[in-house]
């Protein structure tokens, strides 16, 4: 853009200082005029206030940064800022986005960008745009600290876990429709009586008295023993005195554990006297949820390495070993200094598509440090490895080293064996032994506990080893494709309430028994059945589509709210468009390979179905309900 096309150019939120502008920001949950995704969409242009830098300036500092930009040409402003604006997106954590649209008038260039979450989308908006405004003026900018920033949105988002962004990417790929419900703090995968709600690896289908025996560990020790599988001997002690005494009893060493809890939060493993029975008791009471007896574990201490066996569906599905955090000596810097040089490695960016998370330090490190005669200002020597903590849990920095493929079958059929007497989708069953590859029957291997909400980052990205696509085995559990978790649905661009309910009418003939949501500018219906018409419209379709009885949707999109809101859902069974604008023909762009497209344009209708095209005059008095009724049918 030359600068005598700026003229007269928009100032809506520039500053006196700026260069650019940027106004009207609108997140779409869903397709949307732009772009056939989630995306955040908003006008862009050049200020008169200030002189723009030539485009060049913009692309080497942008480029310095993503070098793969580098050999790419840009004709204006616009396309260099949403380009930038979607690598900024990814946060650095390689998140899945890669869409992107502009559409030029004559004073601004409307940009839309895929996105997920909206706080984050604008957060990196504002980012970009002040990057650039220091680019014009030649400033230094933070951009690693201001893409921090945004990071921890999205972190704190409900997408920001590993396990969740995971399933979700995985439901994507997959084509298996996914929302978030907010007030329940729920993923719905699939719509109406196809859905599954989830938190995590946790599912509406799960039993919750299972879930929750799960959680205590002593009640499932004494259940693994009655199966005859090898735990480790203990008590349950509730004062120091006492766990003094049932470690006397049992023989140093042991661990020591809140008998309720998950994660191996307040555990202690290989305690090797009473002093370090002092220390793992306190830490053990701290981790005890609010309102929950003070029950602590003392029990044996089995030696060898921590393992996660995984089974989804009472199938067995992957194996991690799991190793402490630790540091490798340089012969200058001391163990502080390490865990903050490994901290700062790509591989621990602690981000949902990481494969290890932050080292944390706390009293717990310190203490093993001291152990082994060493504190954090020690200098190792060049080579040398020390371990940072007793237990490998992953979330305080742990290692994750893939153990599928080397599993002894005896150990596959003992995970199993344990799976199938819990109503669980998901079983996680922590082990220590010297060596999974070698059968439990041979000894020296002790069930350690299980867990109803496994996390399944460690399987899918191991910091060691293959990837084991755990996401996939849970959601094909529900859904062999993504045609399962959908229920038929059925677009107009206009309908009256009274074509709805013949419509509706219709298919109630054929199938009595199903619930057929409905919504249109004039009302929502559950059959025939008024129900509370809200002004946000996606939101009717979304209360549509999360009713778990419902069999099929049909929906009015005017252009109005397309432009305005979007579409809800992606793809439909069919489309009906009624001599459509311009946009509402874009109803029509997302659509599965079976679907049906009936479009009438005056008297001139058009059938599309299958890859063919029928086309034919509509009769003077024909009307046009009994051409799309006749394609309904076809569908039920």
Not at 26 to 35: D, I, Q
Not at 149 to 157: K, P
Request: glycine share 6%; charged share 25%.
């Amino acid at each position: 853009m030359s600068r005598n096309e700026m003229v007269d150019s928009y100032r809506v939120n520039a500053r006196k200082t700026d260069t650019l502008d940027i106004f009207n920001i609108r997140h779409y949950a869903g397709p949307n005029p732009y772009l056939d995704t989630a995306a955040l969409v908003f006008n862009f242009t050049t200020t008169d206030y200030q002189d723009v830098a030539p485009i060049a300036t913009y692309h080497q500092a942008v480029s310095a940064v993503y070098p793969h930009l580098a050999d790419r040409t840009y004709d204006s402003y616009a396309q260099l800022f949403a380009e930038t604006l979607l690598e900024v997106s990814k946060l650095d954590m390689d998140l899945h986005f890669d869409r992107w649209s502009q559409k030029p008038y004559p004073k601004y260039t409307k940009i839309a960008v895929q996105t997920l979450h909206a706080r984050t989308g604008k957060a990196a908006i504002y980012l970009v745009w002040d990057w650039f405004e220091a680019i014009s003026q030649s400033t230094d900018f933070p951009l690693d600290r201001q893409l921090r920033d945004v990071q921890d949105i999205f972190r704190q988002s409900a997408y920001g876990g590993p396990t969740v962004y995971s399933l979700l990417l995985t439901a994507r790929h997959k084509q298996i429709p996914t929302f978030y419900l907010w007030n329940e703090g729920l993923m719905q995968y699939g719509y109406g009586r196809k859905q599954v709600r989830g938190v995590a690896t946790t599912f509406d289908c799960d039993s919750n008295l299972d879930s929750d025996f799960t959680t205590h560990k002593d009640d499932c020790k004494a259940f693994l023993d009655e199966l005859g599988f090898h735990v480790p001997k203990g008590d349950i002690v509730s004062t120091l005195a006492g766990a003094i005494g049932a470690a006397t009893r049992i023989g140093y060493p042991v661990a020591i554990k809140p008998v309720v809890g998950h994660k191996g939060i307040g555990a202690t493993a290989n305690v090797q006297d009473e002093q370090g029975v002092e220390f793992a008791f306190d830490r053990a009471v701290e981790a005890i949820p609010p309102g929950q007896p003070l029950r602590i574990i003392v029990e044996q201490n089995i030696p060898g390495s921590d393992f996660r066996l995984l089974c989804v569906n009472g199938k067995f599905v992957a194996a991690t070993e799991r190793r402490p955090a630790s540091v490798v000596g340089d012969g200058t810097s001391t163990i502080a200094q390490l865990i903050e040089q490994e901290n700062a490695t790509k591989s621990r960016l602690d981000t949902p598509t990481s494969p290890l998370g932050k080292i944390k330090t706390d009293e717990s490190m310190r203490r093993y440090l001291s152990e082994q005669g060493f504190n954090l200002e020690s200098v190792l020597e060049e080579n040398k490895i020390v371990y940072l903590r007793k237990i490998a849990n992953l979330s305080s920095g742990g290692l994750s080293i893939d153990a599928t493929r080397t599993i002894h079958p005896d150990n596959i059929i003992l995970a199993q064996d344990i799976a199938q007497h819990f109503r669980l989708t998901c079983l996680g069953i922590d082990v220590i032994t010297r060596n999974l590859s070698k059968s439990w029957h041979e000894g020296n291997f002790g069930i350690i506990e299980i867990n109803a909400a496994p996390g399944i980052y460690m399987h899918l990205k191991p910091a060691v080893g293959e990837s084991v696509d755990v996401p996939a085995s849970i959601l094909s559990t529900f859904f062999a494709t993504g045609a399962d978790a959908r229920i038929p649905t059925i677009t107009f661009n206009q309908i009256s309430v009274s074509e709805l309910q013949e419509i509706v009418d219709e298919i109630l003939v054929r199938h009595p028994d199903w619930t057929i949501g409905a919504v249109c500018q004039a009302g929502v219906f559950v059959n025939r059945s008024e129900k509370v018409l809200q002004q946000d419209y996606n939101r009717n379709v979304q209360n549509l589509l999360r009713n778990p009885k419902l069999n099929l949707l049909i929906a009015e999109y005017r252009e109005r709210v397309f432009e305005d809101e979007g579409m809800f859902y992606k793809g439909s069974t069919i489309v009906i468009l009624d001599d459509p604008t311009e946009t509402e023909i874009l109803l029509s762009r997302d659509i599965f390979e079976d679907s049906i497209v009936v479009v009438k344009d005056g008297t001139t209708i058009s059938v599309r179905a299958k890859g063919l095209v029928e086309q034919y005059e509509l009769g003077t008095t024909e009307p046009f309900k009994r051409v799309y009724l006749k394609e309904i049918a076809k569908i039920l």
